[in-house]
C-alpha cells in the first residue's frame, strides 16, 4: 500500500471541497484591457519641439503645457533635451550659418565674423580676468620672508629688523 506523504495530508484541501466549483461571483478574470494609465513614451517630434522651445527661452511650465503633460513627466522624460537643448540647437544654427557662408552669403559671413571676434575678446578678458597665482615658495624662502616682517605692527618694531641689526 502506498502512502501519501504527511505533507500532501496537511496541505490539501480536504474531501468535502475538493469537488465543489468556486461560485462565479468569486471567480477571479484576466482583465480584457490594462488597467490604468499607458506609460507615457515621448517621440521625436516631441524631443524637437523641447528642444526648439528651450533654445528660444521658454520655461519648463511653457513646455509641458504645450506638449499636454506635467512638468514632472517633462523633467523625467526629456532631460536630455532640458539640459542640453539649448547647445544643441545653437550648434545646429552655427552648422547652418557656416554653410550659407560657405556658398557665398555674405551676411552669414559677416555674422560669423562678428561672432568669432566677440568670442574671442569674451575669452581674453576671462584670461585677463583671473588672478594670477603667485610662484610659490619653498620653506625655507617663506621662512625668509616671514623672518624679515615678524616685528611689523608689534610692540618690538624694529628691535627685530635685520637691517638695523648690528653685529659685534
Known amino acids: 500500500m502506498h502512502r501519501q506523504p504527511l505533507h500532501a495530508e496537511i496541505f490539501s484541501a480536504p474531501e468535502r471541497f475538493r469537488d465543489r466549483e468556486m461560485p462565479k461571483e468569486r471567480r477571479v478574470r484576466p482583465s480584457p484591457k490594462p488597467v490604468g494609465r499607458p506609460a507615457y513614451r515621448p517621440s521625436l517630434d516631441e524631443r524637437q519641439t523641447v528642444e526648439e522651445m528651450k ?25 536630455d533635451e532640458l539640459n542640453n537643448g539649448h547647445a544643441n540647437r545653437r550648434k545646429e544654427v552655427i552648422g ?3 554653410q550659407s557662408a ?10 560669423l565674423e562678428e561672432i568669432g571676434r566677440v568670442a574671442g575678446a569674451e575669452a581674453e578678458f576671462e584670461r585677463q580676468s583671473k588672478p594670477r ?36
Not at 560657405?102 to 555674422?111: E, Y
Request: glycine letters at 10%.
Open 96 to 98: 547652418l550659418m557656416f
Open 102 to 111: 560657405r556658398s557665398g552669403n555674405v551676411s552669414a559671413q559677416k555674422k
Open 133 to 168: 597665482a603667485e610662484a610659490r615658495l619653498g620653506k625655507k624662502e617663506q621662512a625668509k620672508r616671514e623672518a624679515e616682517t615678524a616685528g611689523a605692527g608689534t610692540d618690538w618694531g624694529d628691535d627685530l629688523d635685520v637691517g638695523s641689526a648690528r653685529l659685534n
Open 55 to 79: 533654445f528660444c527661452g521658454e520655461s519648463d511650465a511653457t513646455i509641458a503645457r504645450s506638449l499636454g503633460i506635467s512638468e514632472p513627466t517633462l523633467r523625467k522624460h526629456f532631460v
